[in-house]
Protein backbone atom coordinates (compact mmCIF):
# COMPACT_ATOMS: atom_id res chain seq x y z
CA UNK A 1 0.00 0.00 0.00
CA UNK A 2 1.39 3.59 -1.33
CA UNK A 3 0.88 6.02 1.74
CA UNK A 4 -0.70 9.36 0.75
CA UNK A 5 1.65 12.29 -0.12
CA UNK A 6 -0.66 14.24 2.95
CA UNK A 7 0.45 11.42 5.24
CA UNK A 8 4.10 11.58 4.00
CA UNK A 9 4.56 15.40 4.57
CA UNK A 10 3.01 15.68 8.23
CA UNK A 11 4.11 12.17 9.52
CA UNK A 12 7.74 13.64 10.39
CA UNK A 13 6.15 15.49 13.61
CA UNK A 14 5.49 12.75 15.99
CA UNK A 15 5.64 13.84 19.14
CA UNK A 16 2.64 15.21 21.35
CA UNK A 17 4.39 18.34 21.63
CA UNK A 18 4.61 19.87 18.88
CA UNK A 19 1.71 21.27 17.57
CA UNK A 20 1.35 19.89 13.74
CA UNK A 21 -1.52 22.26 12.79
CA UNK A 22 -1.53 24.64 10.45
CA UNK A 23 -2.00 28.00 10.81
CA UNK A 24 -4.32 29.54 12.79
CA UNK A 25 -7.87 29.01 11.42
CA UNK A 26 -11.35 31.13 11.99
CA UNK A 27 -11.97 29.05 14.44
CA UNK A 28 -9.13 30.75 16.95
CA UNK A 29 -5.54 30.62 17.64
CA UNK A 30 -4.01 27.41 17.23
CA UNK A 31 -3.79 27.19 21.58
CA UNK A 32 0.26 25.32 21.01
CA UNK A 33 0.43 25.64 24.96
CA UNK A 34 -1.99 22.57 25.07
CA UNK A 35 -0.64 19.91 22.45
CA UNK A 36 -2.83 17.51 23.29
CA UNK A 37 -6.38 18.06 22.45
CA UNK A 38 -7.92 14.83 23.65
CA UNK A 39 -6.17 13.20 26.45
CA UNK A 40 -7.70 9.93 28.88
CA UNK A 41 -6.76 8.56 31.69
CA UNK A 42 -8.11 4.93 33.14
CA UNK A 43 -11.27 6.45 31.05
CA UNK A 44 -13.25 2.89 31.69
CA UNK A 45 -17.18 2.58 30.70
CA UNK A 46 -19.02 -0.36 32.55
CA UNK A 47 -23.06 -0.39 31.47
CA UNK A 48 -25.92 -1.60 33.83
CA UNK A 49 -26.04 -4.95 32.27
CA UNK A 50 -22.25 -5.67 33.30
CA UNK A 51 -20.92 -5.61 30.30
CA UNK A 52 -17.31 -3.62 30.02
CA UNK A 53 -17.50 -1.58 27.17
CA UNK A 54 -13.87 0.46 27.46
CA UNK A 55 -11.49 -0.63 29.61
CA UNK A 56 -9.13 1.59 31.50
CA UNK A 57 -8.09 3.51 28.35
CA UNK A 58 -4.92 6.29 28.32
CA UNK A 59 -5.28 7.75 24.93
CA UNK A 60 -3.57 11.03 23.83
CA UNK A 61 -4.46 13.01 20.54
CA UNK A 62 -2.02 15.68 18.99
CA UNK A 63 -3.33 19.05 18.19
CA UNK A 64 -2.99 19.18 14.48
CA UNK A 65 -3.24 14.96 13.71
CA UNK A 66 -5.63 13.10 12.05
CA UNK A 67 -6.47 10.80 14.36
CA UNK A 68 -7.41 6.97 13.44
CA UNK A 69 -9.80 5.50 15.91
CA UNK A 70 -9.15 1.71 14.74
CA UNK A 71 -11.40 -1.31 16.13
CA UNK A 72 -13.03 -4.25 15.11
CA UNK A 73 -17.05 -4.19 15.76
CA UNK A 74 -17.86 -3.86 19.47
CA UNK A 75 -14.59 -3.08 20.84
CA UNK A 76 -15.67 0.12 22.14
CA UNK A 77 -15.22 3.37 19.72
CA UNK A 78 -18.38 4.79 19.89
CA UNK A 79 -18.76 3.92 23.98
CA UNK A 80 -15.38 5.97 24.09
CA UNK A 81 -16.86 8.71 21.48
CA UNK A 82 -19.59 9.21 23.37
CA UNK A 83 -17.89 9.64 26.67
CA UNK A 84 -15.54 12.05 24.79
CA UNK A 85 -18.56 14.19 23.95
CA UNK A 86 -20.15 14.12 27.49
CA UNK A 87 -23.10 11.90 25.91
CA UNK A 88 -22.33 9.55 28.79
CA UNK A 89 -20.50 9.23 31.68
CA UNK A 90 -17.47 7.21 32.22
CA UNK A 91 -17.74 4.67 35.37
CA UNK A 92 -14.52 5.88 36.26
CA UNK A 93 -11.34 7.77 34.85
CA UNK A 94 -11.30 10.96 33.44
CA UNK A 95 -11.32 12.47 29.63
CA UNK A 96 -10.25 16.05 28.71
CA UNK A 97 -11.44 17.92 25.43
CA UNK A 98 -9.62 21.00 24.43
CA UNK A 99 -8.12 21.46 27.69
CA UNK A 100 -11.33 20.56 29.80
CA UNK A 101 -12.94 17.79 31.54
CA UNK A 102 -15.73 15.71 30.36
CA UNK A 103 -18.57 15.84 30.79
CA UNK A 104 -18.14 18.46 33.26
CA UNK A 105 -17.46 21.19 30.48
CA UNK A 106 -19.75 20.10 28.02
CA UNK A 107 -20.71 23.72 27.94
CA UNK A 108 -18.02 25.60 26.91
CA UNK A 109 -16.39 22.51 25.06
CA UNK A 110 -19.15 21.33 22.72
CA UNK A 111 -19.52 24.87 20.53
CA UNK A 112 -15.87 23.98 19.56
CA UNK A 113 -15.92 21.10 18.33
CA UNK A 114 -18.03 18.97 15.32
CA UNK A 115 -19.37 15.84 15.91
CA UNK A 116 -20.62 13.11 13.82
CA UNK A 117 -22.21 9.93 15.72
CA UNK A 118 -23.22 7.19 14.62
CA UNK A 119 -26.80 7.59 12.98
CA UNK A 120 -26.83 11.34 12.81
CA UNK A 121 -30.62 12.40 14.08
CA UNK A 122 -32.75 14.01 11.08
CA UNK A 123 -36.10 14.93 10.44
CA UNK A 124 -37.29 12.88 7.95
CA UNK A 125 -39.79 15.29 6.44
CA UNK A 126 -37.36 17.90 6.53
CA UNK A 127 -35.16 18.36 3.35
CA UNK A 128 -31.23 17.93 3.77
CA UNK A 129 -30.81 21.76 3.58
CA UNK A 130 -33.69 22.55 6.31
CA UNK A 131 -32.25 19.84 8.73
CA UNK A 132 -28.97 22.06 8.67
CA UNK A 133 -31.07 24.95 9.10
CA UNK A 134 -32.54 23.90 11.86
CA UNK A 135 -29.22 22.61 13.01
CA UNK A 136 -27.36 26.06 12.61
CA UNK A 137 -30.93 27.81 14.50
CA UNK A 138 -29.57 25.79 17.22
CA UNK A 139 -26.42 27.08 17.95
CA UNK A 140 -26.67 30.40 19.89
CA UNK A 141 -22.94 31.23 18.56
CA UNK A 142 -24.35 31.38 14.80
CA UNK A 143 -25.45 35.01 13.19
CA UNK A 144 -28.91 34.15 11.27
CA UNK A 145 -27.89 36.87 8.53
CA UNK A 146 -25.36 33.95 7.63
CA UNK A 147 -27.42 31.33 7.91
CA UNK A 148 -28.49 30.43 4.48
CA UNK A 149 -24.93 30.74 2.95
CA UNK A 150 -23.39 28.51 5.91
CA UNK A 151 -26.02 26.07 5.16
CA UNK A 152 -25.47 26.30 1.45
CA UNK A 153 -21.38 25.99 1.83
CA UNK A 154 -21.66 23.18 4.25
CA UNK A 155 -23.48 20.99 1.95
CA UNK A 156 -21.59 21.91 -0.59
CA UNK A 157 -18.55 20.32 0.91
CA UNK A 158 -19.94 17.16 1.49
CA UNK A 159 -21.44 17.03 -2.39
CA UNK A 160 -25.02 17.72 -1.34
CA UNK A 161 -25.63 20.48 -3.00
CA UNK A 162 -27.83 18.45 -5.80
CA UNK A 163 -29.74 16.94 -3.27
CA UNK A 164 -30.38 19.32 -0.96
CA UNK A 165 -34.07 19.93 -1.55
CA UNK A 166 -34.72 16.64 -1.13
CA UNK A 167 -36.22 15.17 2.17
CA UNK A 168 -34.53 13.58 4.65
CA UNK A 169 -36.32 10.23 4.99
CA UNK A 170 -35.26 9.47 0.98
CA UNK A 171 -31.48 9.82 1.43
CA UNK A 172 -29.74 6.72 1.28
CA UNK A 173 -27.56 5.87 4.05
CA UNK A 174 -24.12 7.52 2.17
CA UNK A 175 -26.69 10.61 1.79
CA UNK A 176 -27.81 10.83 5.74
CA UNK A 177 -24.23 10.29 6.87
CA UNK A 178 -23.10 13.30 4.29
CA UNK A 179 -25.76 15.31 5.51
CA UNK A 180 -24.58 14.62 9.56
CA UNK A 181 -21.14 15.28 7.92
CA UNK A 182 -22.37 18.96 6.99
CA UNK A 183 -23.87 19.42 10.41
CA UNK A 184 -20.56 18.74 12.06
CA UNK A 185 -18.90 21.43 9.18
CA UNK A 186 -21.11 24.64 9.74
CA UNK A 187 -18.98 25.97 12.04
CA UNK A 188 -15.08 26.08 11.69
CA UNK A 189 -14.16 24.15 14.51
CA UNK A 190 -10.88 23.36 16.25
CA UNK A 191 -11.98 19.66 16.59
CA UNK A 192 -14.01 17.38 14.65
CA UNK A 193 -15.00 13.93 16.04
CA UNK A 194 -16.66 11.48 13.51
CA UNK A 195 -17.99 8.16 14.10
CA UNK A 196 -17.12 5.75 11.06
CA UNK A 197 -17.43 9.47 8.84
CA UNK A 198 -17.30 6.97 5.65
CA UNK A 199 -20.13 4.47 7.01
CA UNK A 200 -22.64 3.52 3.99
CA UNK A 201 -20.85 5.68 1.42
CA UNK A 202 -19.81 4.07 -1.95
CA UNK A 203 -16.18 3.74 -2.92
CA UNK A 204 -16.11 7.19 -4.64
CA UNK A 205 -17.95 8.84 -2.11
CA UNK A 206 -15.05 7.31 0.66
CA UNK A 207 -12.92 8.93 -1.26
CA UNK A 208 -14.87 12.28 -1.54
CA UNK A 209 -14.98 12.41 2.18
CA UNK A 210 -10.95 11.61 2.75
CA UNK A 211 -10.41 14.37 0.88
CA UNK A 212 -12.12 16.59 2.83
CA UNK A 213 -10.63 15.54 6.00
CA UNK A 214 -6.87 16.52 4.28
CA UNK A 215 -8.35 19.41 3.47
CA UNK A 216 -9.67 20.36 6.88
CA UNK A 217 -6.63 18.82 8.48
CA UNK A 218 -5.06 21.33 5.82
CA UNK A 219 -6.81 24.07 7.31
CA UNK A 220 -5.63 23.08 11.31
CA UNK A 221 -8.35 21.22 12.33
CA UNK A 222 -7.49 18.23 14.45
CA UNK A 223 -10.12 15.28 13.11
CA UNK A 224 -10.35 12.27 15.79
CA UNK A 225 -12.25 9.63 13.36
CA UNK A 226 -12.98 5.91 14.16
CA UNK A 227 -13.46 3.38 11.46
CA UNK A 228 -12.71 0.31 11.20
CA UNK A 229 -10.96 -0.30 8.27
CA UNK A 230 -7.45 -0.23 8.61
CA UNK A 231 -7.02 0.99 5.04
CA UNK A 232 -9.06 3.99 5.04
CA UNK A 233 -7.11 4.96 8.28
CA UNK A 234 -3.39 4.30 6.94
CA UNK A 235 -4.58 6.42 3.58
CA UNK A 236 -5.86 9.15 5.28
CA UNK A 237 -4.41 9.52 9.13
CA UNK A 238 -1.15 11.12 10.32
CA UNK A 239 -1.73 9.18 13.87
CA UNK A 240 -4.00 5.80 15.07
CA UNK A 241 -4.62 3.83 17.95
CA UNK A 242 -5.79 0.24 17.87
CA UNK A 243 -8.58 -1.08 20.26
CA UNK A 244 -9.56 -4.26 20.68
CA UNK A 245 -12.76 -5.59 23.02
CA UNK A 246 -12.53 -2.47 25.31
CA UNK A 247 -8.38 -2.16 25.34
CA UNK A 248 -5.86 -0.08 23.68
CA UNK A 249 -3.79 -2.13 22.11
CA UNK A 250 -1.49 0.65 20.81
CA UNK A 251 -1.29 4.30 19.83
CA UNK A 252 1.06 6.29 17.47
CA UNK A 253 2.13 7.97 14.22
CA UNK A 254 0.88 5.49 11.46
CA UNK A 255 4.25 5.40 10.12
CA UNK A 256 5.88 3.76 13.54
CA UNK A 257 2.80 1.43 13.87
CA UNK A 258 3.48 0.65 10.08
CA UNK A 259 7.12 -0.07 10.65
CA UNK A 260 5.84 -3.02 13.63
CA UNK A 261 5.38 -5.36 10.60
CA UNK A 262 8.46 -7.03 9.34
CA UNK A 263 8.32 -6.17 5.75
CA UNK A 264 8.30 -9.53 3.50
CA UNK A 265 11.44 -10.57 1.11
CA UNK A 266 9.51 -10.37 -2.23
CA UNK A 267 11.93 -12.37 -5.14
CA UNK A 268 10.72 -12.40 -8.43
CA UNK A 269 12.00 -15.32 -10.48
CA UNK A 270 10.64 -17.79 -13.16
CA UNK A 271 13.05 -20.58 -10.91
CA UNK A 272 10.28 -20.59 -8.33
CA UNK A 273 10.71 -23.76 -6.26
CA UNK A 274 14.19 -23.38 -7.07
CA UNK A 275 14.45 -20.38 -5.10
CA UNK A 276 12.36 -21.78 -1.92
CA UNK A 277 14.66 -24.12 -1.31
CA UNK A 278 17.98 -21.75 -1.27
CA UNK A 279 15.32 -19.44 1.11
CA UNK A 280 14.63 -21.94 3.57
CA UNK A 281 18.38 -23.45 3.43
CA UNK A 282 19.14 -20.01 4.38
CA UNK A 283 16.40 -19.50 7.15
CA UNK A 284 13.76 -17.64 5.33
CA UNK A 285 10.39 -18.75 7.13
CA UNK A 286 6.91 -18.42 6.50
CA UNK A 287 7.98 -19.03 2.80
CA UNK A 288 5.25 -18.75 0.10
CA UNK A 289 5.71 -19.83 -3.33
CA UNK A 290 3.23 -18.31 -6.63
CA UNK A 291 3.53 -18.67 -10.25
CA UNK A 292 7.36 -16.34 -10.61
CA UNK A 293 7.61 -15.40 -7.33
CA UNK A 294 8.27 -16.55 -3.88
CA UNK A 295 7.93 -14.62 -0.86
CA UNK A 296 8.76 -15.12 3.12
CA UNK A 297 9.74 -13.59 6.45
CA UNK A 298 14.05 -13.17 6.18
CA UNK A 299 15.81 -13.83 10.04
CA UNK A 300 15.77 -10.83 12.14
CA UNK A 301 18.60 -11.77 14.15
CA UNK A 302 22.38 -10.56 13.03
CA UNK A 303 23.36 -8.24 10.41
CA UNK A 304 21.29 -7.58 7.34
CA UNK A 305 20.81 -10.94 5.91
CA UNK A 306 19.45 -9.37 1.76
CA UNK A 307 22.89 -9.35 0.45
CA UNK A 308 23.41 -12.61 1.49
CA UNK A 309 20.21 -14.04 0.20
CA UNK A 310 21.07 -12.65 -3.14
CA UNK A 311 23.99 -13.95 -3.86
CA UNK A 312 23.19 -17.17 -2.22
CA UNK A 313 20.18 -17.15 -5.00
CA UNK A 314 22.73 -16.21 -7.84
CA UNK A 315 25.26 -18.73 -6.87
CA UNK A 316 22.24 -21.69 -7.23
CA UNK A 317 21.37 -20.28 -10.23
CA UNK A 318 17.89 -18.91 -9.60
CA UNK A 319 17.59 -16.32 -12.49
CA UNK A 320 16.28 -13.67 -10.19
CA UNK A 321 13.94 -10.83 -12.20
CA UNK A 322 13.28 -9.00 -8.78
CA UNK A 323 14.32 -8.19 -4.95
CA UNK A 324 13.14 -6.70 -2.81
CA UNK A 325 11.31 -6.18 0.75
CA UNK A 326 7.57 -5.13 1.02
CA UNK A 327 6.71 -2.62 3.79
CA UNK A 328 4.60 -3.78 6.22
CA UNK A 329 1.00 -2.37 5.92
CA UNK A 330 -1.18 -1.25 8.98
CA UNK A 331 -3.12 -4.40 9.14
CA UNK A 332 0.46 -6.76 8.99
CA UNK A 333 0.68 -4.59 12.47
CA UNK A 334 -2.38 -5.44 13.68
CA UNK A 335 -2.04 -9.05 12.69
CA UNK A 336 1.68 -8.98 14.51
CA UNK A 337 0.16 -6.99 17.44
CA UNK A 338 -2.69 -9.32 18.04
CA UNK A 339 -1.77 -13.07 16.79
CA UNK A 340 -5.20 -12.70 14.87
CA UNK A 341 -7.03 -10.64 11.63
CA UNK A 342 -8.87 -8.06 12.15
CA UNK A 343 -12.14 -9.28 11.83
CA UNK A 344 -12.53 -10.37 15.36
CA UNK A 345 -15.66 -10.01 17.14
CA UNK A 346 -15.63 -7.38 20.22
N1 LIG B 1 -25.98 1.19 25.84
C1 LIG B 1 -25.31 0.05 25.94
N2 LIG B 1 -25.66 -0.88 26.88
C2 LIG B 1 -24.99 -2.03 27.03
N3 LIG B 1 -23.93 -2.38 26.27
C3 LIG B 1 -23.54 -1.53 25.31
C4 LIG B 1 -24.21 -0.27 25.09
N4 LIG B 1 -23.60 0.37 24.08
C5 LIG B 1 -22.59 -0.45 23.68
N5 LIG B 1 -22.56 -1.58 24.41
C6 LIG B 1 -21.59 -2.69 24.29
O1 LIG B 1 -20.30 -2.14 24.44
C7 LIG B 1 -19.37 -2.76 23.54
C8 LIG B 1 -18.71 -1.68 22.71
O2 LIG B 1 -19.68 -1.10 21.84
P1 LIG B 1 -19.36 0.13 20.90
O3 LIG B 1 -20.63 0.56 20.27
O4 LIG B 1 -18.60 1.14 21.66
O5 LIG B 1 -18.39 -0.54 19.83
P2 LIG B 1 -17.80 0.03 18.46
O6 LIG B 1 -16.32 -0.18 18.54
O7 LIG B 1 -18.30 1.40 18.22
O8 LIG B 1 -18.39 -0.99 17.40
P3 LIG B 1 -18.86 -0.74 15.84
O9 LIG B 1 -17.62 -0.84 15.01
O10 LIG B 1 -19.77 -1.90 15.60
O11 LIG B 1 -19.55 0.59 15.77
C9 LIG B 1 -20.17 -3.76 22.73
O12 LIG B 1 -19.98 -5.03 23.29
C10 LIG B 1 -21.60 -3.30 22.90
O13 LIG B 1 -22.48 -4.38 22.83
MG1 LIG C 1 -19.44 2.23 16.71
Redesign the pocket.
Known sequence: MTQSPVVESIDSVDTEETPVGGPATAAGPTRADSPAVIRTQGLTKR?A?G?L?VDGLDLTVPRGSVFGFL??????????IRMLMGLIAPTSGVATVLGASMPQSVGSVLPRVGALI?GPALYGFLSGRDNLVRYDCADPTADPRTRARRVSEALDRVGLTAAAGKKARAYSLGMKQRLGLAAALLQPRELLVLD?PTNGLDPQGMREIRALIRELAGEGTTVFL?S?LLDEIEQVCTHAAV?SK?RLLVQGTVRELAARAQGRLVVRTPDAARAAEVLAARGVSDIRVAESRVDGEPATAGDDPLPGLCAALVEAGVRVSGFGVERGTLEDAFVALTGEGFDVA?
Do not use: L, R
Open positions: FGQAGPNGSGKTTTEESHMGG
